[in-house]
């Protein structure tokens, strides 16, 4: 289960996806059509307040609990575990690609400065400023949805080229 499709109650603790849940949001609201206004970068979308006023949340299955996504909001507690499993991993790459953060919230801010202590190359692409940039070996100032596509388009145009003749006779 891949966390960004998992679901947790925040009084038990227990797991389920959200394809698992969506059956039980339909039934619920059985007629809900909205429109968003608007999708932000970060996924949230603007919703008309009368849109949504009827909505109903399901509740946890096990114990009758508050549901989220099992995701890290902005302004959470990282757990602890995680938290070990990221810096054992910096510790094992060979560089760190830093995408789409300012890195000024302390929890994503560290791992950079782990791999900096590690002299590590860092390589950060944001738009503006970051807390690490002083950290940076590398620094691209771009939008990700402008730039990660022209990756991607790079690599398979390197994959299917055939290589340059080194015949130099």
């Known amino acids: 289960m891949q966390c960004g499709r998992r679901?947790?109650?925040l009084k038990c603790r227990s797991l389920s996806t959200r394809s698992e849940l969506q059956p039980r949001i339909h039934a619920l609201n059985p007629l809900f059509e909205a429109d968003a206004l608007d999708i932000a970068p970060d996924g949230d979308v603007l919703i008309p307040a009368e849109d949504i006023k009827s909505f109903r949340v399901p509740n946890c299955i096990k114990c009758g609990g508050i549901?989220?996504?099992d995701v890290i909001f902005?302004?959470?507690n990282v757990p602890r575990p995680i938290v070990n499993f990221v810096?054992?991993?910096v510790d094992e790459c060979d560089a760190v690609l830093?995408?789409?953060s300012s890195l000024y919230v302390?929890?994503?801010?560290?791992?950079?400065?782990r791999a900096h202590d590690q002299n590590k190359p860092i390589a950060?692409?944001?738009i503006g400023t970051t807390?690490?940039?002083?950290?940076?070996?590398?620094?691209?100032?771009?939008?990700?949805?402008?730039?990660?596509?022209?990756?991607?388009?790079?690599?398979l145009l390197c994959q299917t080229r055939e290589p340059a003749s080194t015949d130099r006779s």
């Open 7 to 9: 679901v947790v109650c």
């Open 67 to 69: 549901l989220k996504p």
């Open 74 to 76: 902005f302004g959470d």
């Open 87 to 89: 810096f054992k991993k």
């Open 98 to 100: 830093v995408a789409g």
């Open 106 to 113: 302390y929890s994503g801010y560290r791992f950079v400065a």
């Open 124 to 126: 950060i692409v944001n």
């Open 131 to 155: 807390r690490a940039d002083h950290l940076a070996s590398l620094k691209i100032d771009a939008r990700l949805g402008n730039l990660l596509p022209q990756i991607e388009v790079d690599y």
